[in-house]
């Protein structure tokens, strides 16, 4: 896979002046991540009183109850419908990406702003409408009944059905967006070349195209895969608030249990695992760059 | 890029059918996205205060958006706190994409996980720390408080996507550039940031999605003159959702379309 | 994007980013309160009068009035707390005391709705606004009568209820059916509700606290556990739903106005409170939004149809209001979530 991609070899050391570039991001990170993120740790470890205030005392209390059973099960729930989301996007959303990348120029920028306009209403108001679709005298069932007579109505809202519709639609964007990021300089010439050679459309697919829109898809999966862990609007409106994530439960922990300490215990051991998984990930990548 | 390479991409795209069944997917999901935008602007017709009832058509909320000031002023506020997100947002996360992909930096690891962590750090735990942050600082809460959260979890997705892009581009381009008598800036703006567009206008898609339908941080980070359109809207689910808010959204949807047409036709005279 | 609009709401920004702070002009309210709660009717009319300009905030929950003030300090000058969280903040110390004698018009409240546990020498707030949460029923389809919380939950109803997303709340209904205490948990009466509740859970389709009204106008959902706000909506959109005070006990809450330590503005809080307590104010709340009126005064001029609401003025019924349980908050929130995530 050379040529193409970048050797990881013709990266140079920094000098002063790229140090001074980077400055601002740094700055950035330190100010406004860092230090909140310290405040959070700093939480973690204090206790809360009888009247719902932290206390600066240091105790590991909150950490030891993360990991009682019923969170980690809550975790695994979140994990699993992000992981299902981000499946079902990339299945349903490279062909859209591949589709705009590759379309002609007034087009390309049409096709891009027609596919974010829905999302330039409100969040609420979209929900909303789709509970309206969704219900039982809705507009689906309506359409089913009609079709399918002497059916029941479907039950969709307020079941994980209703829940993933909700969730691929939010998170669609973020996954055509990206790969369309990588799809537009697919040189064509190389997919002639392929078609040149003899393979078929879907060797040309899976031996071509997937292997250099790769990027793409790997930053479209983190962009949709992690946000949507933390995610909690959905399943609460369009599922009812059924089955509490652990968004739902570190917001919780901010709001009716008047637990912080214990919500950002939560927090920061979620963020960690997650640095954690992040950081051997890139580790392994620059590994398999260099290698390449 | 049209004449020769279009023509070569509709037969590098392949037999009829496939191209066929790549346009109609496309179609098809462009209608699963509209189904609610359609849906909601249906209601902002109904004559029911409650938006789940229909009980007849109407211009009525039209008119009363339009003399609606709060939401008015707050949607104005959205679009700001918006457009300024985003193109800071659009500097940074590309600046950061080119630097870290340029340059061996010691500690890279650390800072492009630490990038990452504003997209999964829960929202609320992300509001309260900037709130505290903020006010340890004594900083007054406004629109550049909001901001600078909304950039904080934006940019990161900038970054990915511009990132993603550099990892295809061949580090000729550059060297070429500056072979050519370029100074890195030059040959960085001349050059790469050109070919990194379409990832650069996908990141800013992004940020500006985010930042226009955020909530929690914005709760925490905002006084009464920055509030947002979301901080507005939500309270207002108690009384049930007025059909001026779907009328707010049809007139954004219908404003959004008329200004990308005509900057389109412009851009024809222009030619 | 087209430059010149690009720059001009750049500039427009810088414009507004450059802004100075809000100076503390003598005729400035900073209320923070629960959206749709103050109509801007009122506060039209507020400021037409007195010329005192409204900065007006607002928040869902109280948690996240108590978060924002406490993690950010008091900017406000009034806020609208619910009785417990009241209680909370006055332990506290974070609201100040008001001054009796420039709230002329607080006689016209109803006896019931002073003095109250949350603030018994009423030194810190006055009600506002009130409620209680109870069981609504769609009498179209549901022929049976329904008044209690053990005659909601049952198998016959399964995948048809709509109950508060309120951990605190399910857990008070079942405290009642079994005749516990609601305000003094301790961790035997949660293990002996525990049980109850696992049951209800399974029952439940909708859990929510926004807006159960729309599973129920939608159809989803046949019967409920709401606040008598939804319920009042709904009842003035269709008399099919019916509201009534469960027989074993139900929650009242006594939404009320205070400022919080350190207001600049505390004369002009002062205003607008005397302000709220005029009858035909108070009316205009009401007319905007069909809650229990704690104005003896306003509730002369209200509508016969206004008055006739069950849900805003349910007859009789043992209620209670909420005390702060410190840290069985916490205790619940685990309960309720562990019964919930269990499949």
Redesign the interface.
């Known amino acids: 896979m050379s040529g193409?991609?970048?050797?990881g070899g013709?990266?140079?050391?920094?000098g002063w002046r790229?140090?001074a570039?980077?400055a601002?991001?740094?700055a950035?990170?330190l100010?406004?991540?860092?230090?909140?993120?310290g405040?959070?740790f700093v939480y973690s470890f204090c206790e809360?009183d009888?009247?719902?205030?932290v206390v600066y005392t240091f105790t590991g209390e909150s950490y030891a109850r993360v990991f009682?059973p019923?969170y980690l099960?809550?975790f695994g729930?979140s994990v699993g419908y992000a992981a299902l989301t981000t499946a079902i996007c990339i299945v349903?959303?490279f062909?859209?990406a591949?589709?705009?990348?590759?379309a002609?120029?007034?087009w390309r920028?049409?096709?891009?702003?027609?596919?974010?306009?829905?999302?330039?209403?409100?969040?609420?108001?979209?929900?909303?409408?789709?509970?309206?679709?969704l219900?039982?005298?809705?507009?689906l069932n309506a359409v089913w009944q009609a079709l399918v007579p002497g059916h029941g109505p479907l039950d969709l809202?307020?079941t994980p059905t209703a829940v993933m519709i909700g969730l691929v639609?939010a998170y669609?964007?973020?996954m055509i967006?990206?790969i369309?990021?990588?799809v537009?300089?697919l040189d064509?010439?190389l997919?002639?070349a392929a078609?040149d050679l003899g393979a078929g459309?879907l060797r040309?697919f899976s031996a071509v195209i997937i292997p250099?829109t790769l990027?793409?898809i790997?930053?479209g999966t983190?962009?949709v895969f992690?946000?949507s862990?933390?995610m909690f609007a959905i399943t609460?409106l369009m599922g009812?608030?059924?089955?509490?994530l652990?968004?739902?439960?570190?917001?919780?922990?901010?709001?009716?249990?008047?637990?912080?300490p214990?919500?950002?215990a939560l927090?920061m051991v979620?963020?960690a695992l997650?640095?954690v998984v992040?950081?051997v990930l890139?580790?392994w990548r620059?590994r398999e760059e260099a290698a390449g | 890029m049209e004449g020769p390479s279009s023509t070569r991409w509709r037969i590098a795209a392949g037999p009829g059918l496939f191209r066929l069944a790549l346009g109609s997917w496309t179609g098809v999901v462009l209608a699963f996205l509209y189904l609610p935008v359609l849906v909601l602007v249906a209601y902002s017709f109904n004559a029911s205060r409650l938006a789940v009832v229909w009980e007849g058509f109407t211009f009525g909320w039209y008119r009363e958006v339009w003399g609606h000031t709060p939401l008015l002023q707050a949607a104005r506020n959205s679009l700001v706190i918006a457009v300024v997100t985003t193109v800071v947002a659009v500097v940074l996360g590309t600046a950061g994409a080119w630097l870290l992909h340029r340059y061996r930096f010691r500690g890279a690891g650390a800072i492009e996980t630490l990038v990452a962590i504003p997209m999964v750090m829960p929202e609320i735990l992300m509001g309260i720390s900037l709130l505290v942050l903020f006010a340890t600082a004594g900083m007054p809460l406004g629109f550049t408080t909001v901001i600078v959260g909304h950039v904080t979890f934006s940019f990161p997705f900038v970054l990915v996507a511009v990132r993603a892009r550099l990892r295809g581009l061949d580090p000729a381009l550059e060297e070429a550039a500056l072979d050519l008598g370029a100074t890195p800036l030059q040959a960085f703006w001349l050059v790469i940031v050109p070919c990194l567009r379409p990832a650069i206008v996908a990141g800013a898609l992004m940020a500006f999605t985010l930042s226009w339908d955020e909530l929690i941080v914005t709760f925490f980070t905002a006084n009464a003159a920055s509030a947002t359109l979301p901080l507005r809207v939500f309270g207002m689910a108690k009384v049930g959702l007025n059909p001026m808010l779907n009328a707010l959204s049809a007139i954004f949807i219908v404003a959004t379309v008329a200004f990308v047409a005509f900057s389109a036709y412009l851009k024809r005279l222009a030619r | 994007m087209n430059t010149p609009t690009l720059s001009r709401c750049l500039l427009g920004a810088v414009l507004a980013l450059s802004a100075p702070a809000a100076v503390r002009a003598a005729g400035v309210l900073n209320l923070f309160g629960w959206s749709e709660y103050v109509p801007q009717t009122v506060i039209d009319a507020f400021t037409k009068e007195t010329g005192i300009k409204v900065n007006f905030e607002t928040y869902s929950s109280n948690e996240e009035l108590i978060s924002k003030l406490v993690a950010g300090g008091g900017r406000y000058d009034l806020v609208q707390p619910s009785d417990y969280a009241a209680e909370v903040m006055i332990r506290q110390k974070l609201l100040a005391p008001l001054d009796a004698t420039k709230l002329g018009h607080r006689k016209n409240l109803l006896p019931e709705f002073q003095k109250r546990p949350h603030d018994p020498e009423d030194k810190y707030t006055v009600p506002y606004m009130s409620g209680t949460v109870g069981i609504v029923v769609n009498t179209e389809k549901v022929k049976t009568a329904v008044k209690s919380y053990r005659e909601v939950f049952q198998p016959a109803f399964k995948n048809r209820i709509v109950v508060l997303n309120d951990n605190r709340e399910i857990v008070t209904w079942a405290l009642y059916t079994l005749g516990l205490p609601i305000n003094k948990i301790p961790k035997e009466n949660l293990a002996k509700v525990r049980p109850i509740i696992a049951e209800w859970v399974k029952l439940v389709k909708v859990f929510d606290s926004d807006s159960p009204k729309t599973a129920l106008l939608n159809g989803d959902v046949d019967l409920g556990v709401v606040w008598s706000g939804e319920a009042a909506i709904l009842w003035n959109q269709h008399k099919k739903f019916q509201y009534t005070i469960p027989a074993e006990g139900a929650h009242q809450y006594i939404d009320v106005l205070a400022i919080p330590t350190g207001a600049k503005n505390q004369a002009e809080a002062h205003q607008f409170i005397n302000f709220i307590l005029r009858p035909e104010v108070s009316k205009m709340i009401s007319a905007a939004f069909p809650y229990t009126n704690p104005n003896g005064a306003a509730r002369k001029l209200l509508t016969a149809a206004e008055l006739a609401n069950p849900a805003s003025y349910p007859k009789g019924g043992k209620i209670e209001t909420f005390r702060d349980i410190g840290k069985t908050a916490a205790d619940i929130d685990r309960l309720v979530t562990d019964l919930k995530s269990a499949k």
């Open positions: 193409v991609e970048s050797a013709a990266r140079r050391a920094p790229a140090w570039l980077l601002p991001l740094l950035w990170l100010l406004f991540i860092v230090i909140p993120t405040i959070l809360r009888e009247l719902g205030r009682d019923i099960r809550i729930w349903v959303g062909p859209v591949y589709q705009i990348g590759r002609r120029d007034p920028h049409r096709l891009l702003l027609l596919m974010m306009v829905p999302f330039w209403t409100s969040f609420l108001i979209r929900t909303y409408a789709w509970i309206t679709i219900k039982q005298e809705g507009l809202l307020y639609y669609l964007p973020f967006l990206p369309y990021g990588s537009e300089k064509p010439a997919i002639e078609h459309q040309v250099l990027p793409g790997a930053a983190l962009l992690v946000p862990i933390a609460d009812g608030a059924r089955v509490p652990i968004g739902n439960v570190i917001q919780n922990q901010f709001m009716q249990a008047r637990d912080w214990f919500g950002a927090g979620f963020m997650f640095a992040y950081w890139g580790r620059e």
